[in-house]
């Protein structure tokens, strides 16, 4: 038999609408009141995003050098600027407690090769002397894609191809580091590989490979990734035949073109026991051919191999390369200075001179003996004085870009960081400052008795804190500041007696997005300020709300909301009777 209904459905639907007039009624008028206060003026749409990936904040053209520092300024027609400062960037190359002795070298690191393109692409030397037996090969490099890219090779001279077995390493498939050793007439091994190794793109690795007369180990940023054996043998690296490549193919292999190396190289330095046998580092350079720093061989660009100052520099020192009583400083940009620490005493040299076609000063010496009364410095710090670097200041999360017709350098300004510092030869350049995003802010106007309140907030409704305010009336600029921690700016209502309108324009610059708008307001519409900030109020929540709401409203709203909870538990109760 079926239930009775009845009136028992009768309480339940009572029940219902009170709790959805919980729901509906304190909702409808909360929007209210918000949407009075917050409405947009002149009907304008509130926030509009750019969807391309990066939005051009600002595009200037400037004469940049190493060295200079640059500021991100607002000019007086509210456009944002590039401006160079009397401030010099230097940076410090150092060696840290170390023996210098006569006949040692130092050379600092400036620069890294570009291999553009892939394509027949590579530096030469005529290194033709052996390197056998056990030998330790280092590189660092960076691959810009995952297909087959040599770092270094001695597998062939002249292109012969008889003149192979030797030694090879490269990038390969983006999933190991393979490299052959040979003994001049035969494979010991075509597995000297680090696999798998799910290498990065653009990323800069060391990589070493240490060569026995009985196997090898590998290592990457210094730590052990592979090892192996073979039968004994004498490994074979150079000789008359056998010359270095550095990131070339074998230049008679068909496949040449798939393996000439694509990305950065900084250098490639080989070691015998405690004996420095080469080092190739793109610093060594007369302008028109590299020379290996060691024996002086001279190395032989093939195709558009470049050479960009490195974002990472160091010192290299050499010890007991020459034979003159001296120490010498190599290769070293005019007006560099040498500082030496050396028994709590500080000595400086401004190195000057006539500089190569690559602008570099090939050779400063400096007499020990004379200057220290001694020809060892023990516990010594050597720092070089110099940058190839320009600083831009600009917000975190904002990209600073700088390009011309050979290069194109993009570095975005790192959070709780202020700016970004980029190497670059000196030049004429195009510089750009890109936000991830462009929105147009909320701005709203209140009013008390002495005073307008212009109030911006970001697309979320939260304060929009340092944004640049400049209010015109009659078209004549009569405010100028920056919001307050809650997104407020004030302004005289003395200031704006003569007008019933002014144009409000915004500029902010947050966490990688582009905050810009401009907004004729009528005076009319400012809704009444329950409370007039000072314009020096103490930094409060960023993440505030700027709503203002009427207190008795709000009283109001929560007596309705009480009173119909106290109706549903009436309700509820006498339902249980």
């Known amino acids: 038999m079926p239930r009775r209904i009845g009136t028992n459905i009768l309480p339940w639907i009572i029940l219902g609408l ?18 009075q206060v917050t409405r947009p003026l002149q009907g304008l749409p509130l926030v509009h995003e750019i969807p391309a990936s990066q939005v051009q904040v600002t595009v200037q053209t400037l004469s940049l050098e190493p060295g200079q520092v640059y500021e991100l300024q607002l000019t007086s027609d509210n ?3 590039f401006t160079k400062t009397n401030r010099i960037l230097t940076e410090d190359m150092t060696l840290e407690q170390t023996t210098l002795s006569s006949g040692d070298v130092i050379a600092p690191h400036l620069y890294d090769w570009l291999f553009p393109d892939g394509y027949m692409d590579w530096i030469a030397y005529d290194y033709t002397e052996t390197i056998s037996g056990s030998f330790v090969v280092e590189a660092r490099a960076s691959v810009f894609d995952t297909n087959i890219r040599h770092v270094f090779n001695t597998r062939a001279r002249s292109g012969v191809a008889n003149y192979d077995y030797s030694f090879d390493f490269k990038f390969q498939n983006g999933n190991r580091i393979h490299g052959d050793i040979g003994n001049g007439t035969t494979w010991l091994t075509t597995v000297a590989d680090v696999y798998p190794f799910y290498y990065e793109t653009h990323r800069f690795y060391n990589i070493t490979y240490e060569v026995y007369e009985t196997g090898y180990k590998i290592y990457v940023d210094g730590e052990l990734k592979a090892s192996g054996t073979y039968d004994v043998s004498t490994p074979l690296l150079t000789d008359v035949n056998h010359y270095p490549i550095v990131g070339g193919s074998i230049p008679t292999l068909s496949t040449v073109y798939d393996r000439v190396f694509y990305g950065y190289i900084s250098y490639v330095r080989v070691k015998q026991g405690s004996t420095l046998k080469l080092l190739l580092d793109p610093i060594a350079f007369n302008g028109t051919h590299y020379f290996d720093i060691v024996s002086g061989a001279v190395g032989t660009v093939t195709g558009d191999v470049q050479r960009v100052p490195a974002e990472h520099t160091w010192l290299w020192l050499i010890k007991s390369l020459e034979t003159d009583g001296k120490l010498h400083i190599k290769f070293v940009p005019p007006g560099a200075v040498l500082r030496i620490t050396y028994n709590d005493q500080v000595y400086e040299w401004r190195i000057d001179g006539k ?22 410095l023990s516990n010594a710090k050597v720092e070089l004085i110099w940058t190839n670097k320009v600083r831009f200041y600009a917000p975190p999360g904002f990209t600073v870009k700088v390009s011309n017709e050979n290069l194109t350098i993009a570095k975005r300004v790192p959070e709780n960081a202020s700016y970004v510092d980029i190497a670059l030869e000196p030049g004429v350049y195009t510089v750009e400052l890109l936000a991830d995003r462009q929105v147009e802010p909320h701005v709203s106007l209140m009013r008390d008795n002495n005073y307008y309140v212009i109030v911006v907030r970001d697309e979320n409704y939260y304060a929009l804190a340092n944004a640049t305010v400049v209010v015109y009336a009659n078209g004549v600029e009569v405010a100028r500041g920056v919001t307050d921690a809650t997104g407020r700016f004030i302004v005289p209502a003395s200031e704006l007696n003569n007008t019933d309108t002014i144009r409000v324009e915004v500029l902010a610059l947050s966490a990688g997005t582009y905050y810009t708008t401009s907004r004729t307001i009528e005076l009319t519409q400012a809704a009444p300020a329950t409370q007039t900030p000072s314009q020096n109020q103490p930094v409060s929540s960023g993440s505030e709300y700027i709503i203002a709401i009427d207190r008795t409203r709000i009283t109001t709203t929560i007596v309705i909301i009480l009173a119909i909870m106290f109706l549903a538990v009436l309700v509820i109760a006498f339902r249980k009777r």
């Open 79 to 81: 456009s944002l600027v």
């Open 355 to 376: 500089a190569n076609a690559a602008g570099l000063i090939e050779d400063y010496a400096i007499d020990l003996l004379s200057v220290f009364g001694t020809t060892t």
């Open 18 to 35: 009170i709790m959805l007039a919980i729901v509906l009624i304190p909702t409808i008028m909360i929007y209210n009141i918000y949407n």
